[in-house]
């Protein structure tokens, strides 16, 4: 099983939500949160910021990461600049058996003060944008 994050951006009561590119071998086509899977690498860095310093340092630098990776938007820079309020674990969810690649996802809701400006990576991105929940 493979240790993943996945980054709830909220803002304004609305959520940003991305749909996977078709061809994508895990999960084509679905909706989806941006996000990842935890890296080697990603334990040996550390996001600090009170935020976010109750988190397990590997999360918080792989959401990071996967986030700059994903949409070119920033976390590291976004606390920083106080355009983050809250970090929340909102839970953990094991991918379904009948996948063949399995992961131990981690959700964490992001609340951002703005809705960032973003740039997705279409290798794995089709679409993306904010939503009103429900």
């Not at 084509?28 to 996000?35: D, T």
């Not at 740039?119 to 939503?131: R, S």
């Given at each position: 099983m493979i240790d993943a994050v996945s980054a709830i951006l909220v803002c304004k009561n609305q959520v940003f939500v991305i749909r996977r590119q078709p061809y994508l071998r895990v999960f084509?086509?679905?909706?989806?949160?941006?996000?990842g899977?935890?890296?080697?690498?990603?334990a040996i860095c550390s996001l600090t910021h009170p935020l976010v310093s109750a988190?397990?340092?590997?999360?918080?630098?792989?959401l990071a990461r996967?986030?700059?990776e994903e949409l070119a938007f920033d976390?590291?820079?976004?606390?920083?600049?106080d355009q983050v309020e809250t970090v929340s674990l909102?839970?953990?969810?094991?991918?379904?058996?009948?996948e063949r690649?399995?992961?131990?996802a981690h959700f964490d809701k992001i609340v951002l003060r703005h809705k960032p400006e973003v740039?997705?990576?279409?290798?794995?991105?089709?679409?993306?944008?904010?939503?009103d929940p429900g």
């Open positions: 084509p086509g679905y909706l989806a949160y941006p996000g899977k935890i890296d080697e690498q990603d988190h397990p340092d590997a999360h918080m630098t792989a996967e986030l700059e976390l590291k820079a976004a606390l920083q600049d909102v839970g953990t969810a094991v991918t379904p058996a009948f690649v399995r992961f131990n740039q997705f990576e279409h290798n794995e991105i089709a679409e993306g944008d904010w939503h």
